[in-house]
């Protein structure tokens, strides 16, 4: 009986841990009537760190695709033989690890995983914060946010996105995919909150 249920409660939290990506991406309201779980992250990142859900789940759609285990294709050598990765990019956010150990010691939060969609937004809260505080931009601007999200804020600050069009164009679909995330947000949000307990 006690082997059932230990096997019972690994099986719950791996449930609970292990969301696979949205069947599609671009609809805000599929993707969080389906992970209402996402939606409080969510919701709590927007309150605490001021970002709206748009800027988030667009941040996340365009680093992971909503995978919380992506890493960056490996190189190849020769163009057949897998080589190493590019960076040790992890999780939804696609942070760094010297950037998340950053992260954890700034707000004390030592336990979050980059795996984990709630550590992951609100780690994309705080680094907007600091994109803030340390480049000026505004939490509403999506394009300025996803290029200090990606230079980081020294690169941005320094103009290192001059003359990367490839990411210059990835800024203005961040911009894009945030406007229609959060157009349609405001659509079903009353329906997102029924029965949304905050501290949940």
């Not at 992970?35 to 789940?57: F, M, Y």
């Not at 890493?71 to 190849?76: D, F, Q, V």
Request: with cysteine; charged share 30%; net charge positive.
């Amino acid at each position: 009986m006690r082997t059932l249920l230990v096997i019972a409660v690994l099986a719950l939290g791996l449930s609970a841990c292990g969301h696979k990506p949205p069947d599609q991406v671009e609809n805000a309201c599929l993707i969080l009537e389906d992970n209402r779980s996402w939606w409080r992250a969510l919701k709590r990142t927007e309150d605490r760190w001021g970002v709206s859900p748009g800027i988030q789940l667009a941040i996340l759609k365009r680093e992971s695709s909503f995978n919380g285990r992506a890493r960056p294709a490996r190189t190849r050598l020769l163009g057949f033989i897998p080589g190493p990765r590019p960076s040790d990019a992890y999780g939804y956010a696609q942070a760094l690890e010297a950037t998340w150990e950053w992260y954890q010691e700034e707000t004390g939060r030592g336990g979050a995983d980059r795996d984990d969609f709630d550590d992951a937004v609100d780690f994309i809260g705080w680094y907007t914060h600091m994109s803030t505080r340390l480049s000026g931009i505004s939490r509403s601007d999506a394009r300025a946010l996803y290029l200090a999200y990606h230079e980081g804020h020294g690169g941005y600050n320094r103009g290192s996105y001059r003359g990367k069009d490839w990411l210059l164009r990835a800024a203005d679909q961040v911009e894009r995919d945030a406007r229609t995330y959060d157009a349609q947000i405001e659509r079903c949000r009353r329906r997102l909150n029924r029965g949304w307990i905050p501290f949940l």
